[in-house]
């Protein structure tokens, strides 16, 4: 009979958290039929049934961490047949108490279904300390609004299936603590009175442990490695006058079909296109040796709480200029949301990284290995300079591309970055 497993769900994942189960056993699924949710390192991720039948057992309760290729869940015919050796293969990967629900489970031939289940389920429920599974059993957005406002997701009572913390739940501690830090007095100072301990108050409030996130778990894992590549950097300044009217005309013209084109959608075409000419810049290390993609995808990086998050563009030299721009859009609110797709964050070839819009007039990116190459883009900013004998201004905009060493020299980058200043300086060739 048919097991569901846990699925690889993006290149960096290793394991996932089951985080909610959308069907409950005896449930009729259908090829297609959204089983569950899981928390990747990356996003939220749906858990899709491959098989059309019964949901005869669940195998793992909500907020479990799971490795890789472990069952979940069992569909069969409805007869139960399957269950006994999918519930042993769970308890086999089990590595903490293996033989406890093995010693319940034998008396378990073919009988109803309400007895196996019970039988794992205590045994699961004393292995897992109760701070463990409430620090699994929430939503993304949940533990991004509990650390955002210095709150230990631990610490929140959950209200929703299976005890998950919710929004909601964090909105409620948030308001509680708001109403319990005013009666504090503070005069620390008095050391006359026996009642206060000396140090507790203030250590305690020093610092907040906060648990690491599969995102921010990988998104460290991964800068890691990209500092063990050797890199160089090289840095223009680019004339962005007739950018930013190009971009104007663009956004006013088009206005009544609804487009509106950012900076980083005509950053995200003019690399794409740049990108042809120097095949080698859109090319990745690959240990023994280089791979020169075919495609060009770029990759857009968007900081959340939890982590950085990398949406690309596929053959973004291939979209037009308002498609690019839907679509940077919504992959951004879908990276905001948890809500993006294994496909939607993977394959990138080469990144952007724009922080000109926090006012950063400069900066270098760490590269997203395995690619060769990042694109850190300033804020546009004005500057004096001389032409024809008369002081004149303009704007002007720096971009600096980190590049691997092992991949790229210092020659290839530079004729790539030269090209980029040049369609950026001269607009219409983005669309060209």
């Known amino acids: 009979m048919p097991e569901v497993v846990m699925p690889r769900l993006s290149d960096t994942m290793e394991e996932g958290v089951l985080s ?41 309760p909500e907020g479990t961490t799971v490795a890789i290729g472990q069952p979940l869940a069992v569909i069969g015919d409805g007869s139960g047949t399957a269950r006994p050796e999918a519930e042993a293969a769970v308890s086999a990967s089990a590595s903490s108490v293996p033989s406890t629900p093995r010693a319940s489970a034998p008396p378990v031939p073919k009988p109803t279904p309400a007895q196996p289940a019970s039988s794992p389920a205590p045994a699961s429920a004393d292995a897992r300390p109760d701070a463990s599974t409430r620090r699994l059993l929430s939503s993304p957005l949940a533990r991004r609004e509990a650390v955002r406002h210095g709150l230990d997701p631990t610490t929140i009572t959950g209200t929703g299936p299976g005890g998950r913390i919710v929004r909601a739940d964090v909105e409620a501690a948030i308001a509680a603590a708001e109403t319990e830090q005013p009666p504090v007095e503070e005069e620390p100072q008095s050391t006359g009175r026996g009642t206060q301990p000396d140090q507790p108050p203030s250590s305690a409030q020093a610092s907040v442990e906060i648990p690491l996130t599969q995102m921010r778990k990988v998104t ?121 797709k294994l496909n939607e964050f993977s394959g990138g070839t080469f990144t952007i990284s724009n922080l000109g819009m926090f006012g950063i007039d400069n900066f270098t990116a760490v590269i997203n290995p395995p690619e060769a190459a990042i694109l850190a883009v300033g804020a546009a900013t004005d500057e004096p300079y001389v032409q024809d004998g008369e002081l004149r201004s303009r704007r002007v905009m720096k971009i600096t591309m980190t590049s691997d060493h092992r991949v790229l020299d210092g020659a290839i980058a530079a004729a790539f970055l030269s090209e980029l200043k040049r369609t950026l300086e001269d607009p219409l060739r983005i669309v060209i």
């Open 220 to 340: 460290a894992q991964r800068l890691t490695e990209s500092a063990e590549a050797p890199h160089f950097y090289l840095t223009v300044v680019v004339g962005v006058d007739a950018l930013f009217r190009f971009r104007s005309e663009v956004n006013e013209r088009f206005a009544d079909q609804d487009v509106k084109v950012s900076v980083t959608d005509l950053l995200v075409r003019a690399c794409a296109v740049t990108l042809r000419h120097h095949p080698q810049v859109n090319s990745s290390w690959a240990g023994d040796k280089i791979l020169a993609h075919q495609r060009i995808n770029i990759g857009v990086a968007v900081a959340l709480d939890e982590g950085l998050m990398v949406p690309v563009v596929t053959g973004a030299d291939d979209k037009s200029l308002n498609t690019i721009a839907a679509q940077t859009q919504s992959l951004a609110e879908k990276a905001r949301s948890g809500t993006l």
């Open 20 to 60: 909610r189960w959308l069907k409950k056993e005896g449930d009729t699924v259908r090829q297609g039929d959204v089983l569950g949710e899981i928390d990747t390192d990356k996003a939220t991720m749906e858990l899709e049934s491959f098989e059309d039948g019964i949901l005869e057992k669940l195998l793992v």
